[in-house]
């Protein structure tokens, strides 16, 4: 895609676009880290053991029940 095709609705529009990538990738990556050192406590097999599955399962979905909640709060004080 040449940039110089692109009017300045356009621009903006895939500068948010990529900004929200990063951001997702940022997240992932917080979320893979902690949850990774939280529930992974030996070295890993072939497959997770089922409590492992499951704290990565519980982990992963408490970090992003918070990370809606952040956002939800600073939403509201814009």
Same mark, same amino acid.
């Given at each position: 895609?040449?940039?110089?095709?692109?009017?300045?609705?356009?621009?903006?529009?895939?500068? #948010?676009? @990529?900004?929200?990538?990063?951001?997702?990738?940022?997240?992932?990556?917080?979320?893979? *880290?902690?949850?990774?050192? %939280?529930?992974?406590?030996?070295?890993?097999?072939?497959?997770?053991? #089922?409590? @492992?599955?499951?704290?990565?399962?519980?982990?992963?979905?408490?970090?992003?029940?918070? *990370?809606?909640?952040?956002? %939800?709060?600073?939403?509201?004080?814009?």
């Amino acid at each position: 895609m040449d940039p110089s095709s692109l009017n300045s609705a356009e621009l903006q529009r895939l500068i #948010s676009q @990529e900004k929200e990538r990063a951001m997702v990738n940022e997240m992932v990556a917080k979320l893979t *880290s902690a949850c990774w050192d %939280k529930c992974i406590t030996g070295t890993p097999g072939s497959k997770f053991s #089922s409590s @492992e599955s499951s704290c990565l399962s519980n982990c992963a979905q408490r970090y992003m029940d918070m *990370s809606i909640i952040i956002m %939800k709060r600073f939403q509201s004080m814009q």
